[in-house]
Nanobody, 125 residues
Framework: QVQLVESGGGSVQVGGSLRLSCTASGYTYGCMGWFRQAPGQEREAVATIYSTSGTTYYADSVKGRFTISEDDAQNAVYLQMNSLKPEDAAMYYC????????????????????WGQGTQVTVSS
């Protein structure tokens, strides 16, 4: 069973940047994703990546500001977050999901599993 460990969260001012890391031990599926959950809100998908082709998905709210990437050699996935806004504040989680050989399966957000413990992002004005 895979274990995912997130790191890199912290407190930044509006407009600042953070780089989140997710390190996996064990086998991961073809899709890797970053999700976030703010207090009182449902968990939402932020970005996903299909490992075979590098195809990415971004939520509209983060397009142009966040970048998901992966390093197969390190078995890690990253989320570069720029131009942070107060509404980006949340607990960020990474997870993995089966790809079934096609990138669009990475947007089946309910399929994601093996969640990490999360890393907190705080954005202050």
């Amino acid at each position: 069973q895979v274990q995912l460990v997130e790191s890199g969260g912290g407190s930044v001012q509006v407009g600042g940047s953070l780089r989140l890391s997710c390190t996996a031990s064990g086998y991961t599926y073809g899709c890797m994703g970053w999700f976030r959950q703010a207090p009182g809100q449902e968990r939402e998908a932020v970005a996903t990546i299909y490992s075979t082709s590098g195809t990415t998905y971004y939520a509209d709210s983060v397009k142009g500001r966040f970048t998901i990437s992966e390093d197969d050699a390190q078995n890690a996935v990253y989320l570069q977050m720029n131009s942070l806004k107060p509404e980006d504040a949340a607990m960020y989680y990474c997870a993995t999901a089966p790809a079934y050989g096609a990138a669009f399966y990475c947007q089946r957000f309910n399929d994601y599993r093996f969640w990490g413990q999360g890393t907190q992002v705080t954005v202050s004005s």
